[in-house]
């Protein structure tokens, strides 16, 4: 188990980068950390590793855990021999070398070298592509067969712990999606734990167990992806992941109705609970919308946009003086149109 207790980050001794950050990581499980650029979980990473020494960055606060045992004060070569390893993106290979030599490069790194010729073949069996293109060099692999290269180079160490750090960005849209499932039944085959860095949600929400929201070097949310996207737990997170319409509304006095401020003539049926004050944001997701003739909803609107994408069409409406998304399989509806927006109420979130 790898735990880490409530640790902050400084750079060149001035510079905090995160700030008390605690999590747990159980055996077995693939973690992502998700977040926008800047938001911490790169330096998490090195944190974890012991390379954060090479950026001039330390473990200020806080501790680091492996199984009881605490890691933060080593270094990345002391903390590769507990069977913490980073995996580089495809793109670091040793180009010049073949493919068997670059997994060869990555099993010198192991304590106990006598096993390594059945490890090298255990690797072939995880990765039959590799074993054809064993003698080929490295350089003139394609994007997805030089990624497959680096975690199997990592996979030879026998690690317990593998650390990616967005390891898909340089490959192209539909091999990432390849990659993506690739990983997964890797680490179901392996049983190795996965803490996966990605700013991609999709990413994210396809190959972990667990998500844990990252932003400005705090930790938002941590949970699983179905409970992160149907509960995100502030608007940053619901703002953040997927896509969401955001209503400002008043209360109504007998707290029975949402009224949008932008836009007073409509109103929508909800009971709202007393801790919320006069006026909340509305947060509903574009598929949680139904359209409807007009009239027949909860808010009246014209059809501003509606742009066919295949399994649906995503369409823009305009209620009163905002702008609301509804993505729907619906196709009935057309630019003019007056239409009625029908709010799931299991769906509502309200901040």
């Known amino acids: 188990m ?30 992502a950390l998700l977040g926008a650029n800047g938001a911490g979980k790169s330096t998490t990473l090195k944190a974890i ?16 855990e492996w199984n009881g045992v605490r890691i933060d004060n080593k270094n990345a070569e002391q903390i590769g021999k507990l069977g913490i390893i980073q995996a580089l993106e495809g793109r670091h290979i040793f180009e010049h070398l073949t493919t068997e030599e670059n997994l060869m490069v990555g099993a010198h790194n192991r304590s106990d070298r006598h096993n390594i010729k059945n490890d090298l073949e255990m690797v072939y069996d995880y990765f039959p592509r590799l074993k054809e293109l064993r003698k080929n060099t490295a350089g003139y692999l394609s994007g997805g067969e030089q990624q497959r290269v680096a975690l199997a180079r990592a996979l030879i160490v026998n690690p317990y712990v593998m650390l990616l750090d967005e390891p898909l960005s340089n490959l192209d849209a539909k091999l990432r999606e390849q990659m993506r499932f690739e990983i997964k039944e890797l680490q179901k085959k392996t049983k190795v734990t996965i803490i996966y860095v990605t700013h991609d949600q999709a990413e994210a929400m396809a190959m972990s167990d667990e998500i844990i929201v990252m932003n400005k070097g705090e930790i938002q949310q941590i949970g699983r992806p179905e409970e992160i996207y149907e509960n995100p737990a502030n608007k940053f997170i619901a703002n953040f992941i997927g896509l969401t319409n955001f209503i ?77 998304r509804v993505q729907s399989k619906d196709r009935k509806f057309f630019t003019g149109d007056e239409v009625s927006l029908v709010f799931d109420r299991e769906r509502i979130l309200l901040y």
């Open 2 to 31: 790898l735990k880490l207790n409530n640790i902050e980050v400084t750079y060149l001794n001035v510079i905090r980068v995160l700030h008390g950050v605690s999590l747990t990581v159980e055996d077995g499980a693939i973690i």
């Open 49 to 64: 590793s012991g390379l954060l020494h090479v950026e001039e960055g330390e473990v200020t606060d806080g501790s680091i």
């Open 248 to 324: 400002p509304c008043k209360i109504s006095e007998d707290r029975k109705f949402l009224i949008p401020k932008e836009s007073k003539d409509n109103r929508i049926e909800y009971t709202v609970s007393e801790r919320y004050q006069e006026e909340v944001t509305l947060c509903i997701r574009l598929e949680d919308i139904t359209l409807q003739l007009f009239g027949k909803g909860d808010l009246n609107g014209e059809v501003l946009r509606a742009t066919f994408l295949g399994s649906l069409v995503d369409y823009l409406i305009k209620v009163g003086d905002i702008n609301v």
